[in-house]
């Protein structure tokens, strides 16, 4: 009884709070790039290999400087996981890119071919680094908003975070601009919509289409990174369970906006916090497997509410997952 009576208490709520919203940057941010990739035309259902390359990179990055192996001061040890994992990203964008736009393939094919690829060599790369399951990093120290992280209730809970919280969620604001008042912005959506028109008005539609890809993939291996460096500080085999395929759900579920991305991946994030917590308190009448579906069940639901509605399928990219040849 004493367990109960603790779930709702003002502490753990206030923890719970803290928890989901780091929980949900990494899949916020892979969303955040599918975001631009599919308003590209582009249907990069490859999110989950991408973001495991990303989070290996991202760690053996920070960890060879953390070690004294390369010449760079350790204290940019977290900076430099978080830029391998960004740049681990992009190369598998550039074999996404290559596949669904230049080749003109299946686009559901190739990305099934990423998660495939980002499995395998991940798994084959980290055994044959890390022979010790215990390597470890050290991510990004907390960062205090001076004033703002001393207000009661709010302050913990929005201004006690590292850096990358900080600007993970600043990328929202970057993003939406991006996509709607900017030249390039503007031809990545029109690529998207009328690449024919498009084509005929002088932009360069497959040029736009690799570099949503490209910026796409960017940030699922940020994501990905992000998790490894700054959230876990380990990598372990299949460490983002899931998360990228949830990224795809909520691109669905924002309607290819931005902040609404943010909001479904906050869902998620409090999910999965909430069943981290009540793991914890040990409360034997709920079953361990229930806990560890919770997160999965709340997107399943939260699309069969978007599906019923009818406003998914409408506001998506016109020409998504379509092949263009010019002329």
Known sequence: MESWNHLFSITFLTALLISGLRLAIPIYLAALGEIITERGGVLNLGLEGIMLVGALAGFMGAYYVEQGSTPLPVAWSPWIGILSGTVA?????????????????????????LVILGQGLTTYVYRQQFSSLTARVTGF?????????????????LFRHDVMTYLSIGLLVVVWFFLNQTTWGLNIRAAGEHPAAAETSGINVSAVRYSAVLIGAAFAGLGGAVLTVAQLGIFNEGVTAGRGWIAVALVIFARWR??????????FGLANALQFRIQALNIEAIPYELLLMLPYVLTILVLLRTSRAGNGSAEAPAALGVPYTKG
Not at 89 to 113: N, P, W
Not at 141 to 157: C, F, H, N, V
């Open 258 to 267: 931005p902040g609404l991305a943010l909001v479904g991946a906050l869902l």
């Open 89 to 113: 990203g992009l190369a598998m964008g550039l074999l996404m890119a290559v596949l669904a736009v230049t080749l003109r393939t299946d686009q559901v094919i190739a990305s099934i071919t």
């Open 141 to 157: 120290p907390e960062l205090p908003i001076p004033y703002l992280a001393d207000l009661p209730w709010i302050g913990p809970i």
